[in-house]
């Protein structure tokens, strides 16, 4: 760093002011006191001062000493004493932060300094070791041509390509998810998914007796034909996120076409332009919102076939499905729900013919809708709907007299319901438990031979799970909705039963499978060892009886040896004749050699070295 003229001149020999003038400095500074201070010292001080250091201002680098720690310090030393006075014409304040402001200035410099050689340092040992890594993994390459400049390059794309890779792979899968996969790629076999998913205990007791009709539900639902799927939707029981698993989720021929910003998807047979699905993301609520089994019934045949002619609509077959949920999760879930402002006033609740009339089911509230409500208001409204809601949903309500209360007594109307409710739940072709989301996926595909393509989520946090009541509020919500609660029992014992009944059929489905395959294999093998025989005596006719080898010794070790080696025979197709009918093949021709050119490679081998340990 240059050093100002006026610096450089001072460092030369002292300068000699005249005795008549005041001595003056060439260097460009504008302050008259300290030219009138140096005026005044004795001969030799200007030297002195301007040789102690550059001007106020001008740093001479981290390594320099202070400019301004010199004064402070005790020093015997000319310069010391030189600039002594210059310092001390300034004010006290102004020569401490002075101070203050130089020290920090060198500080700084010097750590940054020390920041950028260590940087640099650990930059030429990190390439060092990169390097030598790079050697040892690429070596037969290194005489091709100058290697350093290749193998920077090579090693520089293969960091870039890596950070390009950790860069993909977070904005692909954030999070833990992918590491917990990976951990469970690496750990024990999976297990059961569809173990108990409440987290009670995995033993189920039945406490109600179906028949096997009542839990075999398998469903010949021709997608290609006209039969329908009818998906009855109860308020705040899931059936959202389930309806969507039927639009968006299925393995089909054909899938549904669901365009972006719509609700409703086109969900057309294949090749027909006819629906094969009647729910919410389907074809809308076309028999009102959220419509009950009453009004369901009557009306899905109407509007599928009410275009066409009489004679020309076809036999079809109505497969009703629901999703059921915990009585006292539902109702709470729903006051939260209308909470928020929800009234579903456009639900039509058509009954014989006619909707209720206000008398039959007054309102529960008087403005817009019920937002806002307390807990203890929605639970005093006695006309509130969403007592019950699943039974009354679920029920013939012209068995009750609709809507109208004084037909029969409350007892024997709840009863009725009740029973309605049940018959209509048990004979449906399919019904699901919200707190069973695997479970509910399970029979859904066994029932309806349809799969899924990405499995359930069970969801155990919800709105309703977020309210705390007390044990009081709780009893009293059950109080409200004891037909409920006797319902979902009844159904959550059906359901667990054929889901137990389904599981035991596809095990003992898959046994009978793997027996078939023990007993051909075994008849494989005892069909190939007499042809191995009859073709080794044909070969050898003139063989000494005593050398020829006893058939019912073999036959013994060959039984002794099919446990072990049946394994290691290898599967194949149902080509091939079956066992009884060689034998008799055999019997007819004991002498005749026999060829099987549809044995597989696995068995020849597993013949020749039953022949070799012989």
């Not at 600039?83 to 010097?110: I, K, Q, V």
């Not at 409703?264 to 009647?278: D, M, Q």
């Not at 919800?462 to 109080?479: D, F, L, P, W, Y």
Request: proline letters at 6%.
């Amino acid at each position: 760093m240059a050093l100002p003229a006026c610096a450089a001149r001072a460092l030369g020999p002292p300068l000699q002011p005249e005795r008549e003038a005041p001595a003056r400095t060439t260097c460009p500074r504008r302050h008259s006191r300290v030219e009138a201070e140096l005026a005044a010292s004795r001969p030799g001080s200007v030297a002195a001062s301007v040789r102690a250091g550059p001007p106020r201002g001008v740093s001479r680098g981290f390594n320099s000493q202070p400019l301004l720690d010199e004064p402070l310090k005790a020093s015997s030393s000319l310069a010391g004493a030189a600039r002594a006075p210059l310092f001390a014409l300034l004010a006290r304040g102004r020569r401490r932060r002075m101070h203050d402001l130089r020290r920090r200035w060198d500080l700084g410099s010097l750590c940054r300094a020390l920041l950028t050689r260590g940087l640099a340092a650990l930059g030429h040992s990190l390439k060092h070791v990169l390097g030598a890594i790079f050697s040892k993994i690429f070596g037969p390459l290194a005489s091709v041509g100058n290697m350093d400049e290749k193998s920077n390059k090579l090693l520089l794309a293969l960091v870039m390509l890596f950070l390009f890779a950790v860069i993909v792979l977070q904005y692909v899968c954030p999070g833990t998810e992918c590491q917990l996969l990976r951990l469970q790629a690496f750990s024990s076999p999976m297990p059961d998914p569809y173990r108990s998913e409440d987290e009670s205990s995995a033993r189920f007791v039945p406490r109600y007796n179906f028949s096997r009709g009542d839990l075999l539900r398998k469903v010949d639902f021709d997608i290609k034909g006209d039969d329908l799927i009818v998906f009855l939707h109860i308020q705040k029981t899931g059936g959202t996120t389930f309806g969507r698993h039927l639009v968006r989720n299925i393995q089909l021929e054909q899938p549904c076409e669901c365009r972006v910003g719509q609700k409703k998807c086109t969900c057309h047979r294949p090749g027909k332009r006819e629906t094969w699905l009647f729910s919410r993301f389907s074809t809308g609520w076309s028999c009102g919102l959220h419509a009950d089994w009453t009004e369901l019934t009557s009306c899905v045949p109407a509007v599928v076939d009410g275009k066409r002619d009489a004679r020309l609509r076809p036999s079809r077959n109505f497969h009703y499905i629901t999703i059921l949920r915990d009585p006292v999760s539902r109702y709470l879930s729903e006051w939260r729900h209308v909470q928020r402002g929800a009234t579903w006033k456009a639900s039509l609740h058509v009954c014989d013919g006619r909707p209720p009339t206000s008398e039959e089911l007054p309102s529960c509230y008087t403005g817009d809708d019920w937002s806002g409500c307390p807990l203890k208001e929605f639970m005093d409204c006695p006309y509130n709907l969403a007592n019950n809601r699943q039974v009354r949903m679920l029920s013939d309500l012209t068995l009750v007299g609709c809507y109208n209360l004084s037909v029969m007594p409350e007892k024997q109307r709840n009863k009725v319901l009740l029973e309605s409710a049940k018959s209509n739940l048990k004979h449906m072709a399919f019904f699901g438990l919200t707190e069973f989301q695997r479970k509910t996926q399970y029979l859904f595909e066994k029932t309806f031979n349809m799969n899924f393509i990405s499995p359930f989520t069970q969801y155990n946090t919800t709105r309703a799970s977020s309210v705390e009541i007390n044990e009081e509020i709780q009893k009293r919500i059950e109080g409200l909705n004891f037909l409920d609660m006797e319902l979902y029992s009844y159904a959550k014992d059906l359901f667990l039963q054929r889901y137990q009944f389904m599981r035991q059929k596809e095990h003992q489905e898959a046994r009978r499978k793997r027996q078939e395959q023990r007993k051909f294999l075994k008849g494989r093998f005892l069909q190939t060892h007499f042809q191995s025989q009859s073709q080794g005596q044909s070969q050898n006719p003139s063989q000494n009886p005593s050398q020829t080898p006893n058939l019912n010794a073999d036959q013994n070790v060959t039984q002794n040896l099919i446990p072990n080696l049946i394994p290691n025979l290898t599967q194949s197709s149902g080509q091939n004749p079956s066992p009884k009918e060689n034998r008799e093949s055999q019997k007819q021709n004991p002498g005749q050699e026999q060829s099987d050119g549809n044995t597989s490679n696995g068995t020849h081998d597993y013949i020749g070295s039953v022949e070799k340990w012989r």
